[in-house]
């Protein structure tokens, strides 16, 4: 019986693993749907949440409440 079946393993842009509660930084400027902001590369994001789906995150930043980010456009802090 396999027992890792359920571990998702979340990497960012670079390989690294994160972590519930990590902070990462944008390495991209990124457009917010549904909104006028934009988000600058090196814009720092504290307090991530992992969710099931291993290329996204979710996490609040200063502009934007609610925010789910691609793990392609981040890099741990």
């Keep these: 019986m396999d027992t890792e079946e ?9 390989g690294t ?3 519930n ?3 990462v930084i944008l390495v991209k400027d ?12 090196g814009t720092k994001i ?3 949440r992992l969710t ?5 995150i979710e996490c ?3 502009a934007v ?3 789910v980010l691609r793990t392609e456009f981040v890099k741990k802090a």
Aim: no cysteine; net charge negative.
């Design 6 to 14: 359920d571990d998702i393993i979340i990497k960012d842009a670079y």
């Design 30 to 41: 990124l457009k917010v749907k549904g909104s006028t902001v934009t988000l600058k590369k």
């Design 52 to 56: 099931d789906d291993e290329a996204e």
């Design 60 to 62: 609040n930043s200063d």
């Design 21 to 23: 509660g990590d902070a």
């Design 46 to 48: 504290k307090n991530i």
């Design 65 to 67: 409440k609610g925010l």
């Design 17 to 19: 693993v994160l972590a």
